[in-house]
């Protein structure tokens, strides 16, 4: 198989003939006046075809579930209603992971109350994290929902804190993991939070046991973390579309923010960047 490199500075390509261009009725003449053989043909097809099977592939799963987002979303998405589009996201992610759980020949080792990824840090779109903020509203009690703003807040500090080099390397606990150590917000979790899974918990308590150690890492489903990205893509589209922040804040200090200062929603609702003080993944 040709092989691409680079050469003075340019991109030497199997497409692209590094021979000057040269007529093939008409052989170029040498300066001696004798015919030069006309270089001969290669066999550019045969190259596309080991060049693209050799160029890593998208997993069909992708672009399905973009697709089936992208579809479900359009009305939200043409009535410029954001947390609308949030909502139908996560409903369409849960049925299109429901056909590689039930046919997967590796269980997945995730269980209720087995917190160890939620110690990790989370990007989050703003309009999740609004969400977020929404549904505790909504679900807690004024004196409940006064104590896991304290939590957020000081976990928002530590995390705050953190040297940049340390952000993806220190375990700390998610706010808003409940005491049993199960998820106090799941229906309305982040697009990345549901992202996370493992099949092998070993691996899990293994990574969760050396956090500085980022090559720590834990087998996971193709065909999920697939059709995770698909979803987060046909969302991020649409939300671009309507003129909305997409950019990805770390979740507990863009949560705090939130929790704080109601502005935050009406720049969001007016297309501006939403937080000002959130730590950026």
């Known amino acids: 198989m ?11 390509s199997p497409f692209v003939s590094p021979h000057p261009a040269h007529s093939p009725s008409r052989p170029r003449t040498a300066p001696t ?3 030069r053989r006309p270089h001969p043909a290669l ?15 998208p997993h069909p799963a992708r672009a399905s579930a973009r697709h089936a987002v992208l579809e479900d979303t359009r009305p939200a998405v043409a009535r410029r209603d954001a947390e609308g589009a949030r909502r139908k996201t996560q409903a369409r992610l849960e049925i299109e992971l429901q056909a590689p759980a039930r046919a ?32 505790l509203r909504g679900r807690l009690s004024p004196d409940e929902l006064a104590t896991r703003v304290d939590l957020v ?5 530590r995390v705050s804190a953190l040297p940049r080099g340390q952000l993806l390397s220190t375990n700390i606990p998610c706010p808003m993991l409940d005491a049993d150590g199960a998820c106090g917000i799941y229906p309305a979790r982040p697009l990345n939070c549901r992202a996370y899974h ?3 918990i070993e691996a899990c308590r293994n990574a969760f ?5 980022l090559s720590a890492t834990h087998p996971q489903s193709e ?23 997409t950019t990805q804040y770390e979740f507990v200090t863009a949560l705090a923010e939130a929790l704080d200062d109601p502005v935050c929603a009406r720049r969001h609702d007016a297309g501006q960047p939403v937080f000002r003080n959130a730590v950026r993944l």
């Open 2 to 12: 040709t092989k691409v490199g680079v050469t003075a500075g340019r991109i030497a």
């Open 33 to 35: 006046g004798r015919s």
């Open 43 to 57: 066999p550019w097809p045969s190259v596309c075809h080991d060049l693209a099977r050799a160029m890593p592939q």
């Open 104 to 135: 997967s020949t590796h269980p997945l080792a995730c269980a209720r109350g087995c917190a160890m990824c939620c110690h990790l840090r989370v990007a989050a779109m703003p309009v999740e994290v609004l969400g977020v903020v929404q549904y």
């Open 153 to 157: 807040r000081d976990t928002a500090e």
């Open 198 to 200: 493992s099949l092998d």
């Open 209 to 213: 046991g050396n956090p500085g150690n």
């Open 223 to 245: 065909w999920i973390s697939a059709i995770n990205s698909g979803a987060q893509e046909g969302l991020r589209q649409g939300l671009a579309t309507m003129g909305r922040d």
